[in-house]
């Protein structure tokens, strides 16, 4: 038997360096560890096409054949090919933060895009077109993966796949396709919905909203868009062969409530609102204009933070409000090139913001001032002044299309401009065309605000009466159950039966009484009118009652017993005198606005004065509690005086409605104090109910009642016309709670500066 010998030092077998293998099935890993879902698979290949700089990806979705992903980017040339896509863990999304074209910020990462198509398919047929620099010349690469047979193999290095390249014209268009076949059962699952959603991030609304300028109907041109600067994102997914979804940005701009069409050719424009929904316009304008632009077509969308408005959306409404609010603006382009800063972040070429800011009551463009003017009644009123909720820009997003004068175009002996950018390309020069396009796009968004406001009003008197028709059917349906109810006595019946028939009867009256409510408003509102002629009568009799009271004087003196009679007369008179002298000033001094700060105490005196009688006769005490050199703010006297009015006479009926022998009390107390002035009217009245002072603002909502008083029975206008005046120069008024031994109390404060006071 032979021996081994144990050698005595090391004996080196063999030396040198050796390379990590990889198996093939890491592919399989990878694919399956770093995308869980196909969602984010096909999420993942679109990311691919937006850093491709490509402007348009489509998913198309044919269970259980294939899936094809392709886009118009920058394509794949061969070198690229081979040391990006096949070469596995490379860094070159790492090195490269930004894309080639449009300078976008890299979403893809990792090269998961690679792995997704093999969790998706067993197949992959890639096909990419793109300049290759190198070669000079343009070229079609095309591969195809076999998954399966790299499971086969133990070293991926030893995988083959096949490609070609060939030399294509030059005019191809660029860009890459993925065709995913035999997939595997959780392509099968995809949810496109999900694809949509984590697909927002990317997808901008431009291309979307580009149409011609022709006098036709439009028509899409979102693919001759020729900008240098971004064009924008769209993202189309097809399901099947024939149901085709359309563009995902596109669904979310169609989820507008309200839609502005403008066009304007020559010296006509066309205006459009349009509902969601509804081919024909809710609104439409037609009308001539001093055209000094030359073509203009806008399409501005607008989408208030409601409920409802991104239901049955084919993506999560949270999402599309963020994307919404991440691509607003109204942005202007110029023969298709983005002409800036219009439309940006920062922009507020429209004056949207400053006017919110304000509460700026007045419309400014030429459209609204024609065709949807306000009354006084209207401008004064928050509830119907459709200013008051003029969209603002994060709420809209629309484009606005016009071809601009270049400077070989320019005739230096016309007078004729048009839009002309500005030397330095940050906007047009502000010359009459330039205003009449601020003037055009404000107007359209000052229509959006007026359809918005009437829409509003609409939808709640059809509520209304929805409601009440509600209640009817339910009272029908109860009444008939109760008659048909064999276990209720028939005396019983007739009881139950009259209950529900008058709780019917009180929700109609209720419902009556608004309309009266409203149409009583409208006979008021013309009261105003009268009101200054009805003052100009009353100082012409006032000469002639005077010239009677100097014969009553007369015949006083030959007969005594009618000495009472004269004095009464004479008291009367002073009464009068003293109510037209206040009701002259309040009538000429309704619009003037006061050119110097005027004293406050004054006008509470005379308030005070005009029904100083009716106090004295009821016991009522009344302080004032101003400083002398207190200034009232920058309103109308007529409108200070009238404020105050209102709160003394409600005071007044508050006071003498209380049943009992303690003695009254009213006060006035006037303050300023930081930016604002103050005036409050407290008293000792009946008070206001806890369930009823969110009511007491309402027109002819009353506490009081007649009692044949000379002040009336509480029509319910003091309060209302309090806050409305109030809120029509940028103030508020409110209850408070009142200081001590008071039961109630209101506050009104009015902007001490002008500039807040519209």
Same mark, same amino acid.
């Given at each position: 038997?032979?021996?081994?010998?144990?050698?005595?030092?090391?004996? @080196?077998?063999?030396?040198?360096?050796?390379?990590?293998?990889?198996?093939?099935?890491?592919?399989?890993?990878?694919?399956?560890?770093?995308?869980?879902?196909?969602?984010?698979? %096909? @999420?993942?290949?679109?990311?691919?096409?937006?850093?491709?700089?490509?402007?348009?990806? +489509? @998913?198309?979705?044919?269970?259980?054949?294939?899936?094809?992903?392709?886009?118009?980017?920058?394509?794949?040339?061969?070198?690229?090919?081979?040391?990006?896509?096949?070469?596995?863990?490379?860094?070159?999304?790492?090195?490269?933060?930004?894309?080639?074209?449009?300078?976008?910020?890299?979403?893809?990462?990792?090269?998961?895009?690679?792995?997704?198509?093999?969790?998706?398919?067993?197949?992959?047929?890639?096909?990419?077109?793109?300049?290759?620099?190198?070669? /000079?010349?343009?070229?079609?690469?095309?591969?195809?993966?076999?998954?399966?047979?790299?499971?086969?193999?133990?070293?991926?290095?030893?995988?083959?796949?096949?490609?070609? !390249?060939?030399?294509?014209?030059?005019?191809?268009?660029?860009?890459?396709?993925?065709?995913?076949?035999?997939?595997?059962?959780?392509?099968?699952?995809?949810?496109?919905?999900?694809?949509?959603?984590?697909?927002?991030?990317?997808?901008?609304?431009?291309?979307?909203?580009?149409?011609?300028?022709?006098?036709?109907?439009?028509?899409?041109?979102?693919?001759?868009?020729?900008?240098?600067?971004?064009?924008?994102?769209?993202?189309?997914?097809?399901?099947?062969?024939?149901?085709?979804?359309?563009?995902?940005?596109?669904?979310?701009?169609?989820?507008?409530?309200?839609?502005?069409?403008? #066009?304007?050719?020559?010296?006509?424009?066309?205006?459009?609102?349009?509902? #969601?929904?509804?081919?024909?316009?809710?609104?439409?304008?037609?009308?001539?204009?001093?055209? *000094?632009?030359?073509?203009?077509?806008?399409?501005?969308?607008?989408?208030?933070?409601?409920?409802?408005?991104?239901?049955?959306?084919?993506?999560?409404?949270?999402?599309?409000?963020?994307?919404?609010?991440?691509?607003?603006?109204?942005?202007?382009?110029?023969?298709?090139?983005?002409?800036?800063?219009?439309?940006?972040?920062?922009?507020?070429?429209?004056?949207?913001?400053?006017?919110?800011?304000?509460?700026?009551?007045?419309?400014?463009?030429?459209?609204?001032?024609?065709?949807?003017?306000?009354?006084?009644?209207?401008?004064?009123?928050?509830?119907?002044?459709?200013?008051?909720?003029?969209?603002?820009?994060?709420?809209?997003?629309?484009?606005?299309?016009?071809?601009?004068?270049?400077?070989?175009?320019?005739?230096?002996?016309?007078?004729?401009?048009?839009?002309?950018?500005?030397?330095?390309?940050?906007?047009?020069?502000?010359?009459?065309? =330039?205003?009449?396009?601020?003037?055009?796009?404000?107007?359209?968004?000052?229509?959006? $605000?007026?359809?918005?406001?009437?829409?509003?009003?609409? &939808?709640?008197?059809?509520?209304? *009466?929805?409601?009440?028709?509600? %209640?009817?059917?339910?009272?029908?349906?109860?009444?008939? &159950?109760?008659?048909?109810?064999?276990?209720?006595?028939?005396?019983?019946?007739?009881?139950?039966?009259?209950?529900?028939?008058?709780?019917?009867?009180?929700?109609?009256?209720?419902?009556?009484?608004?309309?009266?409510?409203?149409?009583?408003?409208?006979?008021? +509102?013309?009261?105003?009118?009268?009101?200054?002629?009805?003052?100009?009568?009353?100082?012409?009799? !006032?000469?002639? !009652?005077?010239?009677?009271?100097?014969?009553?004087?007369?015949?006083?003196?030959?007969?005594?017993?009618?000495?009472?009679?004269?004095?009464?007369?004479?008291?009367?008179?002073?009464?009068?005198?003293?109510?037209?002298?206040? +009701?002259? /000033?309040?009538?000429?001094?309704?619009?003037?606005?006061?050119?110097?700060?005027?004293?406050?105490?004054?006008?509470?005196?005379?308030?005070?004065?005009?029904?100083?009688?009716?106090?004295?006769?009821?016991?009522?005490?009344?302080?004032?509690?101003? &400083?002398?050199?207190?200034?009232? $703010?920058?309103?109308?006297?007529?409108?200070?005086?009238?404020?105050?009015?209102?709160?003394?006479?409600?005071?007044?009926?508050?006071?003498?409605?209380?049943?009992?022998?303690?003695?009254?009390?009213?006060?006035?107390?006037?303050?300023?104090?930081?930016?604002?002035?103050?005036?409050?009217?407290?008293?000792?009245?009946?008070?206001?109910?806890? $369930?009823?002072?969110?009511?007491? =603002?309402?027109?002819?909502?009353?506490?009081?009642?007649?009692?044949?008083?000379?002040?009336?029975?509480?029509?319910?206008?003091? !309060?209302?016309? @309090?806050?409305? /005046?109030?809120?029509?120069?940028?103030?508020?008024?409110?209850?408070?709670?009142?200081?001590?031994?008071?039961?109630?109390?209101?506050?009104?404060?009015?902007?001490?500066?002008?500039?807040?006071?519209?």
């Amino acid at each position: 038997m032979a021996k081994t010998h144990s050698p005595t030092t090391d004996h @080196v077998l063999d030396r040198g360096t050796i390379s990590f293998t990889i198996e093939s099935r890491i592919l399989r890993e990878l694919g399956e560890r770093l995308v869980k879902q196909p969602e984010v698979a %096909i @999420v993942e290949l679109i990311k691919n096409a937006y850093d491709a700089d490509a402007t348009e990806c +489509s @998913v198309e979705y044919a269970p259980p054949r294939s899936i094809v992903v392709s886009d118009d980017g920058a394509g794949m040339t061969l070198d690229r090919f081979t040391n990006g896509w096949m070469r596995i863990g490379t860094s070159a999304k790492e090195d490269l933060r930004f894309s080639e074209g449009y300078l976008r910020l890299i979403t893809g990462e990792k090269g998961i895009g690679r792995f997704a198509v093999r969790f998706l398919g067993r197949a992959l047929s890639l096909s990419s077109v793109a300049h290759d620099d190198k070669r /000079g010349v343009r070229t079609r690469l095309t591969a195809t993966f076999d998954w399966p047979k790299f499971d086969r193999h133990e070293d991926l290095g030893k995988v083959q796949v096949p490609f070609e !390249l060939v030399q294509v014209p030059a005019d191809t268009p660029t860009g890459t396709t993925l065709t995913i076949t035999r997939l595997r059962a959780e392509a099968n699952r995809l949810d496109l919905n999900m694809v949509r959603t984590g697909s927002i991030g990317i997808l901008t609304p431009l291309r979307s909203l580009f149409r011609t300028m022709t006098d036709g109907d439009d028509v899409e041109t979102g693919d001759q868009i020729g900008m240098s600067a971004d064009p924008g994102f769209l993202l189309k997914v097809r399901v099947g062969d024939d149901d085709d979804e359309g563009d995902v940005a596109a669904a979310i701009l169609d989820a507008y409530v309200l839609r502005a069409r403008l #066009r304007l050719q020559g010296d006509k424009i066309d205006l459009r609102i349009h509902r #969601r929904g509804q081919r024909s316009p809710y609104l439409k304008i037609i009308d001539t204009y001093p055209n *000094e632009i030359g073509k203009l077509y806008a399409d501005i969308r607008f989408f208030p933070r409601r409920s409802g408005t991104f239901t049955d959306m084919p993506v999560d409404g949270r999402r599309a409000q963020s994307w919404i609010g991440a691509n607003h603006g109204v942005a202007v382009f110029d023969r298709s090139f983005r002409v800036q800063p219009y439309g940006s972040q920062a922009d507020d070429w429209l004056r949207l913001q400053a006017d919110a800011a304000r509460n700026y009551r007045d419309p400014r463009s030429t459209i609204a001032a024609k065709h949807f003017a306000m009354s006084p009644q209207v401008r004064a009123d928050t509830s119907q002044n459709w200013m008051l909720r003029l969209p603002q820009s994060a709420q809209l997003v629309g484009l606005v299309q016009v071809e601009g004068k270049r400077s070989n175009e320019l005739d230096p002996d016309s007078e004729e401009e048009g839009l002309i950018a500005s030397a330095d390309r940050e906007g047009f020069v502000e010359n009459r065309a =330039f205003a009449q396009l601020s003037d055009l796009i404000r107007g359209a968004v000052e229509a959006i $605000a007026f359809a918005d406001r009437r829409l509003q009003l609409e &939808e709640k008197q059809a509520e209304q *009466e929805a409601l009440v028709a509600t %209640i009817r059917d339910r009272t029908r349906t109860a009444i008939t &159950e109760v008659q048909q109810n064999p276990n209720i006595a028939a005396a019983d019946k007739v009881k139950i039966v009259a209950a529900i028939a008058e709780t019917q009867q009180f929700v109609e009256r209720q419902e009556e009484n608004a309309k009266e409510r409203e149409q009583q408003l409208e006979v008021m +509102s013309l009261l105003g009118v009268v009101a200054g002629f009805m003052t100009h009568e009353f100082g012409v009799a !006032l000469q002639e !009652l005077e010239q009677t009271h100097k014969d009553l004087v007369e015949l006083a003196r030959t007969a005594p017993r009618f000495e009472p009679q004269v004095q009464a007369f004479a008291g009367h008179i002073k009464q009068l005198k003293e109510f037209v002298t206040y +009701s002259s /000033g309040y009538i000429q001094g309704s619009k003037a606005t006061p050119v110097k700060p005027y004293p406050v105490r004054p006008r509470l005196q005379q308030v005070k004065r005009v029904f100083g009688k009716y106090a004295e006769e009821r016991n009522i005490e009344v302080e004032i509690s101003a &400083e002398p050199e207190l200034t009232a $703010a920058p309103v109308p006297v007529s409108l200070y005086n009238g404020i105050a009015l209102n709160l003394y006479t409600n005071a007044l009926k508050a006071v003498t409605a209380k049943v009992g022998k303690q003695r009254g009390k009213i006060a006035f107390r006037a303050w300023n104090e930081a930016r604002w002035h103050y005036l409050e009217v407290s008293d000792t009245g009946v008070g206001i109910p806890t $369930a009823l002072q969110e009511r007491v =603002f309402d027109p002819l909502f009353t506490t009081t009642q007649s009692k044949n008083d000379p002040l009336g029975s509480g029509m319910g206008l003091g !309060l209302a016309l @309090v806050r409305r /005046g109030a809120e029509a120069f940028g103030g508020r008024a409110e209850l408070v709670d009142p200081p001590a031994d008071f039961s109630t109390c209101v506050r009104v404060r009015l902007p001490l500066s002008a500039g807040g006071t519209r």
